[in-house]
């Protein structure tokens, strides 16, 4: 299979984006559980193809808390695998069995990830750790609302104000923690209620 076929494939069944240099993202699901993209990659000799996906995920709760903190400017998805971690290795060329059994274990995949016993220890662990790179502070900060920590946000808030970042990444913003903080206290009054219990 060439690379065209397995795009092809995939834009004739999933919402997709080109978002150049021959890169596809793939719009595995968007409905009320959560919402999970992917990337297919091709590798391997035609005797020996391997496809592989890089799916990321967040469930419909996270994707909505996303949206009211980082407003579209920011924000991350709560699991992804890295690149190309789904994999089948076909001993041939990949044909659409292969392409149909690839999209399945992406769905399975994100039909785990969507379990309390998967989310609970992300989320806790991201909650207690705040300075680790990449999309690691997003969560953080999500994680914070959920627990209802207003002093955690608090202290970051009053730290941006006086200038101090705090090891965030540059793209994380102060007007995040401002909307964070009416949140976090709504969970902790309980008007709101976490999904999950971490």
Same mark, same amino acid.
């Given at each position: 299979?060439?690379?065209?076929?397995?795009?092809?494939?995939?834009?004739?069944?999933?919402?997709?984006?080109?978002?150049?240099?021959?890169?596809?993202?793939?719009?595995?699901?968007?409905?009320?559980?959560?919402?999970?993209?992917?990337?297919?990659?091709?590798?391997?000799?035609?005797?020996?193809? *391997?496809?592989? $996906?890089?799916?990321?995920?967040?469930?419909?709760?996270?994707?909505?808390?996303?949206?009211?903190?980082?407003?579209?400017?920011?924000?991350?998805?709560?699991?992804?695998?890295?690149?190309?971690?789904?994999? *089948?290795?076909?001993?041939?060329?990949?044909?659409?069995?292969?392409?149909?059994?690839?999209?399945?274990?992406? =769905?399975? /995949?994100?039909?785990?990830?969507?379990?309390? %016993?998967?989310?609970?220890?992300? =989320?806790?662990?991201?909650?207690?750790?705040?300075?680790?790179?990449?999309? /690691?502070?997003?969560?953080?900060?999500?994680?914070? $609302?959920?627990?209802?920590?207003? %002093?955690?946000?608090?202290?970051?808030?009053?730290?941006?104000?006086?200038?101090?970042?705090?090891?965030?990444?540059?793209?994380?913003?102060?007007?995040?923690?401002?909307?964070?903080?009416?949140?976090?206290?709504?969970?902790?009054?309980?008007?709101?209620?976490?999904? $999950?219990?971490?």
């Amino acid at each position: 299979m060439k690379k065209a076929e397995l795009i092809k494939y995939f834009k004739s069944r999933y919402p997709a984006v080109n978002e150049g240099g021959g890169d596809w993202r793939f719009t595995l699901k968007d409905d009320d559980a959560g919402y999970c993209i992917f990337y297919a990659k091709l590798r391997g000799v035609p005797s020996n193809q *391997i496809i592989g $996906v890089a799916p990321a995920m967040g469930p419909r709760w996270f994707e909505c808390l996303t949206n009211d903190i980082y407003q579209n400017n920011g924000g991350s998805y709560l699991f992804t695998t890295g690149d190309g971690n789904i994999f *089948i290795e076909t001993g041939g060329e990949v044909t659409e069995t292969h392409l149909a059994e690839i999209t399945q274990m992406a =769905l399975d /995949w994100f039909n785990k990830c969507c379990t309390e %016993e998967v989310i609970a220890p992300e =989320l806790k662990r991201k909650y207690e750790i705040y300075n680790r790179p990449g999309g /690691w502070q997003f969560t953080h900060i999500i994680a914070c $609302v959920l627990k209802g920590d207003v %002093e955690k946000l608090q202290s970051y808030l009053d730290a941006f104000k006086r200038g101090d970042r705090m090891e965030f990444i540059p793209i994380i913003q102060q007007e995040y923690f401002e909307r964070a903080i009416p949140l976090a206290e709504k969970y902790r009054s309980g008007e709101l209620v976490s999904p $999950v219990d971490f």
